[in-house]
């Protein structure tokens, strides 16, 4: 055969390629509904994942703790985060402090520690503002600020509780706050925030109601409660969900509605077994048991943008992973997979974890195949 046959041979089958790369993309795609309600995009996804359940590949890069090292040991991890230098930067709720490591694991500083402005309380969030360096930890009803240096330079204190924030590029706070009626009921805001701490606009709310409550008439918390989830996409767009309902909407920072995600996804019922755990013969409670769980549980975005939505309850299950449906930044769903337990951040083909044993440990895990993960849909 002659050289011209191999030539049109070879573009043939170049051809062929691209053609069905196209065509199983177009399919992914037509398993997927757009839709308009109020001129707001809604993207309905389909029961199952576009590209079926992936497993993460993780090979332990790094882990910090130590008995008997002032520097190195925790007690009471509650939020681990990273820069893009790679320093590690750990709350740690007992000693009441935040612990600042390099991308090798080594001690650099302490932020918080002493007395007066900035001593901490109970520190839990930590986020890193990557325009200026400044750092932004939660502490109990206060949201405090410090520069890359660890010096403090000012508190956020909400009209209401925060029970979790992000910010956007320019460093304005938009929280999750309690808030509570006269008649005793309870919502959860999703806020914008000034620097005095005054609220500029309520962009959700929805209300909370504890499944049990005391003598009293206190909550007990059990972790199925139907709640509001919040986190960036990136410097100025955010997702938030209330997990009722299997629905997130992606905002930007301007507080405009850009798309809505939905999913397929059928009520399953509170487990009855649930009831029995709570019960207690010397304590008297009650229970309002809803109609159905939480569709979700948290929200987590990666460096590239994928939404991960947690939807097992783990809480008090140490030894049970995550399990998250994966979703592209535009609202496609890619991925059914599994996370470990106290997953804080996903950046750059690294998972960040704490573990709590014996001795509460920082570990840094690389994805092996993070370049095999997709991002997006295929053309």
């Known amino acids: 055969m002659g050289t011209k046959f191999w030539i049109i041979l070879f573009f043939v089958a170049i051809i062929f390629f691209v053609f069905a ?11 997927v509904k757009i839709e308009y309600e109020d001129w707001v995009r809604v993207i309905k996804n389909p029961k199952d994942p576009l590209y079926g359940e992936i497993k993460f590949e993780l090979k332990e ?59 901490f309380i109970q520190p839990t969030k930590i986020l890193i503002n990557e325009t200026n360096g400044d750092i932004y930890i939660q502490d109990h009803e206060k949201i405090r600020i410090f520069d890359k240096q660890g010096k403090y330079i000012t508190d956020v204190i909400p009209n209401k509780f925060p ?19 006269e008649s005793g009921e309870y919502f959860r805001d999703f806020c914008k925030v000034t620097s005095k701490g005054e609220i500029v606009k309520i962009y959700a709310s929805f209300p909370y109601q504890s499944i049990v409550r005391d003598t009293l008439g206190e909550g007990v918390v059990t972790g199925y409660e139907y709640d509001l989830f919040i986190s960036n996409v990136d410097s100025q767009t955010f997702v938030y969900g209330f997990s009722e309902e299997y629905l997130l909407n992606v905002m930007d920072s301007q507080g405009n509605l850009i798309f809505k995600i939905k999913k397929d996804e059928p009520y399953h019922e509170f487990p009855p077994g649930e009831r029995k755990r709570y019960s207690n013969p010397r304590i008297k409670l009650t229970f309002n048991t809803p109609s159905h769980v939480s569709f979700f549980y948290s929200l987590l975005v990666d460096s590239a943008k994928r939404i991960y939505v947690q939807t097992n309850h783990t809480r008090n299950k140490l030894e049970v992973d995550r399990e998250v449906d994966v979703f592209s930044q535009d609202g496609y769903y890619l991925y059914k997979t599994k996370l470990p337990h106290y997953t804080e951040m996903i950046k750059d083909g690294f998972l960040y974890v704490y573990v709590i044993d014996d001795v509460e440990l920082i570990k840094r895990y690389k994805i092996k195949n993070w370049d095999q993960i997709k991002a997006e849909i295929s053309d």
């Open 61 to 119: 890069d790094l882990s910090i703790g130590r008995k008997h090292d002032g520097e190195y040991i925790f007690n009471g991890i509650r939020g681990v985060t990273a820069d893009n230098q790679g320093n590690i930067y750990v709350t740690d709720i007992h000693n009441q402090r935040v612990q600042k490591f390099n991308r090798g694991g080594k001690f650099l500083m302490t932020i918080g520690k002493g007395q007066g402005p900035g001593k």
């Open 21 to 31: 790369g196209s065509s199983e993309g177009q399919k992914s795609q037509e398993k």
């Open 163 to 181: 029970l979790d924030f992000i910010f956007d590029g320019s460093g304005v706070i938009y929280a999750k706050l309690s808030s509570r009626t």
